[in-house]
């Protein structure tokens, strides 16, 4: 369904049971990320949540209508938990949707029960450890060029934002699948003005490790041990800056461990869940 978000219509998606606490999932990939990889990943919670996913304006399937900044999507993250009724929401996100999920969770502390992340950083810094890492690995060769108009944000259209991203997905997975990761590429929905205005505008002054110590809701911080673009030790930052946080490292993941130990992945949420929120099956 599309619904009208602070002036731009968002493709949205639900999931649950009406009147079941709300969970509100951002996907990664600013200008490519789609409510598919949220809805893969949060979707099984629908026994206990009403799942919202959707696309932030801009990428997927919603209207372009910018600023495609972090207070921008963040604001609309909390129209649409008044959409949806919910005094409170669980905020998760990965990659990209986990800068939107901090950014949500220390402007509105208030709307917070819990959070989520996966595969995040809280600085610009991952992407310099990406680029040592992208030197190192042997995985696939890289036009260094393109490399980096694709992290600056100088995208030409959205043809040239997918062949870019198609040179960047081998380096994502613990064990590439050169089909797999093709029919990934072909699966998305690649939105150019969204990506360069993430790097050309949020990136160069993203920094929330300030804020976080103020974020006080239970958090878990998923990442998997082989991720070369938001690496371990930017989840090590995060949970050791957030007071009532839990790390859980992947040891056979990428960027993905939602997929690539999918199994261990949705324990590793519940697990958190039933501790942080006990009330969470008495409300059912």
Not at 111 to 139: F, G, Y
Not at 167 to 191: C, F, H, M, Q, S
Not at 256 to 268: D, H, N, V, W
């Amino acid at each position: 369904m599309f619904v009208e978000i602070n002036g731009a219509r968002l493709n949205v998606e639900v999931l649950g049971e009406e009147g079941a606490p709300v969970l509100i999932a951002h996907h990664g990939g600013g200008g490519i990320g789609s409510l598919a990889e949220p809805k893969a990943t949060f979707g099984p919670l629908a026994d206990l949540f009403r799942v919202i996913v959707f696309d932030a304006r801009g990428c997927g399937l919603s209207e372009g209508v910018p600023p495609y900044s972090h207070a921008q999507w963040a604001a609309d993250v909390d129209a649409l938990r008044e959409w949806a009724g919910a005094e409170q929401i669980v905020i998760a996100g990965g990659s990209y949707g986990g800068f939107i999920a901090m950014e949500y969770a220390i402007a509105y502390p208030g709307r917070v029960r819990a959070m989520i992340l996966r595969d995040t950083s809280p600085d610009r810094t991952n992407l310099e450890i990406a680029h040592q890492n992208a030197r190192l690995q042997t995985r696939v060769e890289l036009n260094w060029e393109n490399y980096d108009r694709y992290w600056s944000g100088n995208i030409r259209d959205d043809e040239d934002l997918k062949a870019r991203w198609a040179e960047l997905i081998p380096l994502y997975d613990y064990e590439y699948d050169p089909v797999k990761a093709a029919a990934r590429v072909e699966a998305g929905i690649y939105r150019h003005e969204a990506h360069n205005w993430c790097f050309q505008h949020n990136a160069p002054v993203y920094d929330v490790k300030p804020q976080l110590p103020s974020v006080t809701c239970p958090t878990l911080v998923t990442v998997g041990r082989a991720d070369w673009v938001t690496p371990v030790s930017s989840a090590e930052t995060i949970a050791s800056l957030i007071p009532n946080s839990r790390l859980v490292v992947f040891e056979k993941s990428g960027h993905s461990p939602q997929i690539e130990e999918a199994e261990l992945f949705q324990k590793t949420m519940r697990d958190f869940l039933a501790e942080a929120l006990p009330d969470l099956e008495a409300s059912r």
